[in-house]
């Protein structure tokens, strides 16, 4: 079905238009009367399928609508709004769990906005906070931010949430799985209860469902796909190997199969850094990306990447959410996570827009109960190949297997290794 049936202002169905979009996708469809409807809404759908814009359209539409609402009744109401507060007056909010993401959606919003008076803002921490209010006091209709830089915004009291009248959670498993709650629960004190509250997320869980039943009034229930279901364009691979050539398979995939540009995903800092030191070895063009890194760095290795200027990035789960790179075809899990679910948003970096990718999982002996969390939570049996000139060593899997089992439990080494990962992710 196309936009034009959907009721969307003539001028955001022109920029549709230019930018190639005729066809609505399915979560498009389903959530945008939704949203121009005013109605409280708890969406999910595989990455790659467009939720950004099944948001971001409504809400520049009813925005565009509400400013000639306010005209027409003259400029009075909007003129004594404004003498209210100096503060930069918020009228949509979207919460998005990380830096990448905040970037992306707010990209989003300039471009569909673009024939439009809307002005968008984003803000996130890691970058300088007087260029981000610089911004705002320029004027704010959407602000897209990270919360724990709209707290800093809210008490150095640069800008109000008092007239807000959209609130969006974009990937709000996410920013539940990184322990953001404290922090939202902070931000919705000084939300006004009379608003509409948008709730997208790539996956579903019973705290996503908690979550809405205590924010939202009457909320649509959208789901596309089977719950966390992968996106159907990407074909997933998986070699068993072992951890110790690991390094070694990777650089011959890409070398071999002459990759031009791979995602690559480990599950710490460290080793993103370490992969990335012995495969420049290799004479492969790498760079690592990670929460350690600045802002500067993290934003100039990403421009290298999307620009070709690299084979691969190796990438901690701080770019699982956020990394939109439309015609990248590889991403390669050269570690299981420990948290399942994010298995999926991880090689929903490929695939995207109806395009085919390519996923590859690495699996070690030790992380064959990762590869079992991983199939539980799809639904499916991902069957283990053998590389030729890199199968496993078998009777090292055996002895690996026997220590494994007289040491720390599986599962409570995972729940720690999960702990630490939120904590990182959270810098």
């Known amino acids: 079905m196309s936009f034009k049936s959907l009721g969307l202002h003539d001028s955001l169905l022109q920029t549709v238009e230019s930018l190639g979009y005729s066809q609505a996708t399915p979560i498009q469809l389903k959530s945008i009367p939704a949203v121009l409807e005013g109605r409280d809404v708890i969406a999910g759908a595989q990455t790659g399928t467009g939720k950004t814009a099944a948001f971001i359209l409504p809400i520049l539409h009813r925005l565009m609508q509400k400013n000639v609402e306010l005209q027409s009744n003259d400029t009075a109401n909007e003129e004594v709004l404004n003498a209210s507060t ?21 990209k989003s919003a300039v471009t569909y906005g673009d024939a439009t008076a809307i002005r968008s803002v984003v803000a996130y921490g890691g970058a300088s906070i007087n260029v981000q209010v610089d911004e705002l006091n320029r004027g704010v209709d959407i602000l897209v931010a990270t919360p724990g830089r709209l707290l800093e915004l809210i008490f150095k009291k640069m800008v109000s949430l008092s007239q ?20 939202v629960k902070r931000i919705l004190r000084v939300l006004p209860k009379d608003r509409q509250t948008l709730l997208f997320s790539a996956t579903f869980n019973d705290e996503i469902y908690a979550l809405s039943k205590s924010l939202m009034s009457s909320p649509v229930y ?9 996106a159907t364009k990407v074909e997933q691979t998986v070699y068993a190997v072992d951890a110790s050539r690991k390094r070694e398979l990777v650089s011959y995939l890409i070398g071999s199969k002459n990759w031009r540009q791979v995602l690559i995903f480990t599950r710490t800092k460290q080793g993103a850094d370490e992969l990335a030191k012995e495969m420049l070895k290799d004479g492969l063009k790498v760079q690592s990306i990670h929460g350690d890194k600045s802002q500067g760095a993290r934003d100039r290795i990403l421009s290298e990447f999307k620009a070709g200027d690299l084979r691969a990035l190796i990438a901690t789960d701080v770019a699982a959410r956020g990394l939109d790179i439309p015609s990248l075809e590889q991403v390669i899990n050269f570690e299981l996570p420990y948290n399942a679910e994010d298995y999926i948003h991880r090689i929903g970096r490929t695939g995207r827009a109806g395009r085919d990718g390519l996923a590859i999982s690495f699996v070690s002996p030790k992380e064959q109960y990762l590869l079992k969390d991983v199939e539980e939570v799809i639904g499916e049996t991902l069957v283990q190949q053998w590389f030729p000139g890199f199968e496993p060593n078998l009777q090292d899997e055996e002895v690996s297997s026997k220590k494994h089992r007289n040491g720390v439990s599986k599962k409570r080494a995972r729940e720690k290794a999960i702990q630490r990962s939120k904590k990182s992710k959270k810098q």
């Open 164 to 183: 807000l009248q959209v609130l969006v959670f974009d990937e709000a498993d996410r920013m539940l799985d990184m322990g953001f709650m404290v922090e």
């Open 222 to 230: 959208i789901e596309v796909d089977r719950k966390n279901q992968v």
């Open 86 to 106: 100096e503060l930069p007056l918020v009228k949509a909010l979207v919460l998005t769990p990380t830096r990448e993401l905040a970037q992306q959606v707010y």
